[in-house]
């Protein structure tokens, strides 16, 4: 693996910046609009797994779909190594951009089609990217994985739903990816089968330097897997650093409010309902900020406190007094039941 300081001191790998996403609501010519992403500024380093996490609907597929090209952001930037590939490719992503980056989805199953033998999907996507598609390569690729040679002769019916994730892993792979979009690839999983995929993710990051965005509601397969975390909450990044310093030290009352519902052997009490209702009101109706001291608090700009640094990676948080504005939020803010968050 490269050296953490070296890493985090080269332009990043992908960028983003002040990138917001506007969903049309209603009709064709309708005018309404739903901001799913507002803002976010984040960095994906060389060889890093960087997790996003946050509540169903924060908007973190929406993000991954823009960093895909699969969604047009509506304003915004996204640097890939410091170029801004909305500008020079307007019209959709390259052939060499969609080499660079690539998709894992959380469904295996829908993802292959269920005609083809797996050597199918590994060479067509080999062939696509102009890369050389004989047996050693397919056996290369669906060995790097951890399935055996013959697995490229199945169907995938004849797969368990790990094996079908690792084929599609394989795939995403065959065009020699630098980063990986991997949307939740455990959670459609049986529980004893999601660590291997985690081990796999980790060892294409140490092996073979792939950088990753890992999205998860599984705020411990983040820290176990990702080198720095980044919480999402309404469209907007709310806390960012070192996965266990923000997970051991978290500052925002959101983050502490998602780790509030990870179970934990060592609470006895499970879920305290009154540490959680206080943290919500933290949340959505803030009355002070712990950093006020600093003189930059404000409850109209996301400004961000940068309140350590662990692993060469700033642990930023944004001030407690502001709370978005965006429609998200609001339907956080008026939600009738706290207790049904999905986290
Ligand atoms: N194509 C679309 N048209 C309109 N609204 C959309 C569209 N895609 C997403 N949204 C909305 O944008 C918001 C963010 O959705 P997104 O799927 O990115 O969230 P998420 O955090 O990935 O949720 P989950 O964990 O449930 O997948 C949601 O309110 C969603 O309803």
């Not at 960095?43 to 993000?63: C, M, N, Y």
């Not at 073979?208 to 907007?236: C, K, N, P, W």
Request: aromatic content about 4%; hydrophobic content about 35%; proline content about 6%.
């Amino acid at each position: 693996m490269t050296d953490r300081a070296t890493t985090t001191t080269r332009t990043p790998l992908m960028s983003v910046r002040g990138l917001t996403k506007d969903f049309r609501m209603g009709g064709l010519f309708s005018r309404d609009r739903h901001r799913a992403l507002n803002a976010v500024d984040l960095d994906i380093p060389h060889g890093r797994i960087v997790a996003l996490v946050g509540e169903s609907g924060s908007g973190k597929s929406t993000l991954a779909r823009c960093l895909a090209r699969l969604e047009q952001p509506t304003s915004g930037q996204l640097l890939l190594d410091g170029r801004d590939v909305l500008r020079t490719q307007r019209r959709g992503a390259s052939r060499a951009y969609r080499g660079t980056v690539q998709m894992v989805f959380q469904d295996p199953f829908g993802s292959l089609n269920p005609v083809h033998r797996v050597e199918h999907f590994l060479r067509r996507a080999l062939l696509v990217h102009g890369r050389p598609a004989g047996e050693d390569e397919l056996r290369e690729l669906i060995t790097t994985v951890g399935l055996s040679e013959d697995m490229l002769q199945s169907y995938p019916h004849e797969l368990s739903g790990g094996q079908r994730q690792r084929v599609a892993i394989a795939r995403a792979l065959a065009v020699d990816p630098r980063l990986v979009l991997a949307d939740e690839p455990t959670s459609m999983l049986d529980v004893s089968v999601r660590i291997g995929i985690l081990n796999l993710m980790r060892r294409l990051r140490d092996e073979h330097g792939i950088s990753m965005l890992y999205i998860t509601h599984d705020l411990a397969s983040a820290r176990y897997v990702a080198d720095t975390t980044q919480v999402l909450f309404a469209g907007e990044l709310v806390e960012g650093g070192d996965s266990l310093a923000l997970m051991d030290h978290p500052a925002h009352p959101y983050t502490r409010l998602l780790l509030s519902a990870v179970p934990d052997p060592e609470r006895d009490h499970g879920y305290d309902p009154v540490e959680r209702a206080a943290l919500r009101a933290a949340v959505l109706t803030p009355e002070s900020c712990p950093y006020e001291d600093e003189g930059t608090c404000s409850r109209t700009e996301p400004v961000r406190h940068v309140i350590g640094e662990d692993e060469g990676q700033p642990h930023w948080v944004r001030c407690h007094l502001y709370v978005p504005a965006t429609p998200t939020a609001r339907r956080v803010l008026t939600a009738a039941t706290p207790e049904a968050e999905n986290v």
